[in-house]
C-alpha cells in the first residue's frame, strides 16, 4: 500500500459526459502528479501541483483540469469525454524537497471506460 | 525535450534466465528511478540510483547508473514469474519541479 488513494476503482460513462477523479496523497506529501496510461501503453503525465498551485503541465487536454485543494487531495475534472479517453488515471504523490522529492507513490488507479 | 528510451520494448523469456533492460538518453539527469507496474496497478518504486557509476542490488536484481548519469539498465538474474510486469524508468531533471521524464516501458514475461 503506498499510501496514496484514488477513488473511484471504475468509472463507465457515455461519450460527452464529465468525470471527477479524486487522489488523496501521502500524509505529508505536497505534489501530486496526474498522469494518464492507455492500454499498453507508457505513461503520459499530465499536470503537477505543489501545495495547492500548479507546478508543471504535461500534454493535458483543454478538456480536462485540475486543482490540488487545501487539505492537499486533487481532482481531476474531464469533460466532452470522448472514446479515446478510456484509459487508467494515475494519481501519484512525493515529498516536498530534497533527494526523495523525485520518488513518486502511486495511487491503484481510476479505470475510465467511455462508450 | 528531454527523451527516455527504453529497450527492449518486449521481452518474453524462460524461468531461470538472466536478462538486461535498457534506459537511454542523451540528456544528464540528477536521479534515475525504476518502476515495476502490473496489470491494472500502480507503478511501484523499486530504487533510485544518483551517482555516475551506481550500483543498486535489490535482491536478484541489480540496477546501474551510468558514469555520465545518462542511462542506466537494470539486469535480472535467474528471473522468476513473479518478476512478470512493465518495468519503467524516470530520469529527474536538474530543476526545482520534481517532474520525472518517463521511458515507455519493457514488457516483461517470465514463461515457467
Known amino acids: 500500500d503506498s499510501g496514496v488513494t484514488q477513488t473511484p476503482k471504475h468509472l463507465i460513462t457515455a461519450t460527452g459526459q464529465r468525470v471527477t477523479l479524486r487522489c488523496s496523497p501521502r500524509s505529508g506529501d505536497l505534489s501530486v502528479y496526474w498522469y494518464q496510461q492507455s492500454l499498453d501503453q507508457g505513461l503520459q503525465f499530465l499536470i503537477q501541483?505543489?501545495?495547492?498551485?500548479?507546478?508543471a503541465k504535461g500534454n493535458i487536454l483543454e478538456r480536462f483540469s485540475a486543482q490540488q485543494f487545501p487539505d492537499l487531495h486533487s481532482e481531476l475534472n474531464l469533460s466532452s469525454l470522448e472514446l479515446g479517453d478510456s484509459a487508467l488515471y494515475f494519481c501519484?504523490?512525493?515529498?516536498?524537497?530534497?533527494?526523495?522529492?523525485?520518488?513518486?507513490?502511486f495511487g491503484p488507479g481510476t479505470r475510465l471506460t467511455v462508450l | 525535450t528531454q527523451l527516455l528510451e527504453q529497450s527492449p520494448q518486449f521481452l518474453s523469456i524462460q524461468e531461470g534466465e538472466n536478462l538486461t533492460v535498457y534506459c537511454n538518453s542523451s540528456s544528464v539527469f540528477s536521479s534515475l528511478q525504476w518502476y515495476r507496474q502490473e496489470p491494472g496497478e500502480g507503478p511501484v518504486l523499486l530504487v533510485t540510483?544518483?551517482?555516475g557509476g551506481e550500483v543498486k542490488k535489490l535482491k536478484r536484481l541489480t540496477f546501474q547508473f551510468g558514469d555520465a548519469r545518462k542511462d542506466s539498465s537494470l539486469h535480472i538474474t535467474a528471473a522468476q514469474p513473479g518478476d512478470t510486469g512493465l518495468y519503467l524508468c524516470a530520469g529527474a531533471e536538474w530543476d526545482s519541479n520534481y517532474q520525472l521524464i518517463w521511458g515507455a516501458g519493457t514488457k516483461l514475461i517470465i514463461k515457467p
Open positions: 540510483v544518483v551517482t
Open positions: 501519484a504523490s512525493s515529498v516536498s524537497a530534497g533527494q526523495g522529492a523525485h520518488e513518486q507513490f
Open positions: 501541483y505543489y501545495n495547492g498551485e500548479e507546478r
